[in-house]
């Protein structure tokens, strides 16, 4: 465990560029972390990510203090959020567009019709 102590504390300053020294309470949160599964893949991700974030100016640079990075909570939350991939939505289909050339000329007449009478009751309710 001491080995992957002082991998991930090296990992964690070379990708800040900080330069932490390693003190017992230091040590005892990374053991905390470690011991609780997570990865020196994981630390990079969630560095990786909060640096994203704060030049993008949604975090502020104490996201990265090691006090801050090593609290379990937040890190799982942290890289739980950086792995969340937004999906774009569907795009809604245009109310405007022109009817289906499939459509038959009785179909398009009663579209038509159907479209007046929502037309006629809504000024009816609106007092148009």
């Known amino acids: 465990m001491n080995e992957r102590i002082d991998q991930a504390h090296a990992l964690y300053c070379r990708l800040t560029g900080q330069r932490v020294s390693l003190r017992f309470d230091r040590e005892r949160l990374w053991y905390e972390l470690l011991a609780a599964g997570f ?3 994981d630390l990079q991700t969630v560095i990786t990510y909060l640096q994203r974030e704060i030049r993008q100016g949604r975090r502020n640079v104490g996201a990265l203090k090691l006090s801050n ?3 379990l909570d937040r890190f799982e939350e942290d890289l739980n959020i950086s792995r969340v991939a ?3 939505p569907k795009p809604i289909p245009n ?7 499939s459509s038959t000329p009785e179909d398009k007449e009663r579209a038509r019709q159907r479209g007046l009478e929502l037309l006629a009751r809504f000024r009816a ?4």
């Open 39 to 41: 990865t020196q893949a």
């Open 69 to 71: 990075l090593l609290q």
């Open 86 to 88: 937004l999906r774009i």
């Open 95 to 101: 109310p405007t567009s022109p009817p289906l050339e």
């Open 125 to 128: 309710e609106h007092g148009m």
